[in-house]
């Protein structure tokens, strides 16, 4: 059965830098592509950056440049590298990934961005 957990939120001021981890058990995540998405309160899930199989990664126009992913297959985790954070960027942070036909969601970590 395949479980994503995701980790790492909590509290940071405007500028500050926040280090998500996605880990995953019944699934080698390197072999899939692992999403992370977001969610605002009235908003809906917003795409933010997306990790390749062959360790690239592609990201969200709001967060380029901010935000870095990587994986660390010794862990079975991809690492989301959030730095000069906004008030824009608060919402619950949820890892996703397709297995055939199924996708599979983390329970998600909240990121909160204030003074």
């Known amino acids: 059965q395949v479980q994503l957990v995701e980790s790492g939120g909590g509290l940071v001021q405007p500028g500050g830098s926040l280090r998500l981890s996605c880990a995953a058990s019944g699934i080698r995540l390197s072999e899939y592509v692992l999403d992370w998405y977001r969610q605002a309160p009235g908003k809906a899930r917003e795409f933010i950056s997306s990790?390749?199989?062959?360790?690239?990664?592609n990201y969200a126009d709001s967060v380029k440049g901010r935000f870095t992913c990587s994986r660390d297959n010794a862990k079975n985790t991809v690492i989301l590298q959030m730095n000069k954070l906004k008030p824009e960027d608060a919402a619950v942070y949820y890892c996703n990934v397709w297995k055939g036909t199924e996708v599979y969601w983390g329970q998600g970590t909240q990121v909160t961005v204030s003074s």
């Open positions: 990790a390749t199989v062959g360790g690239s990664c």
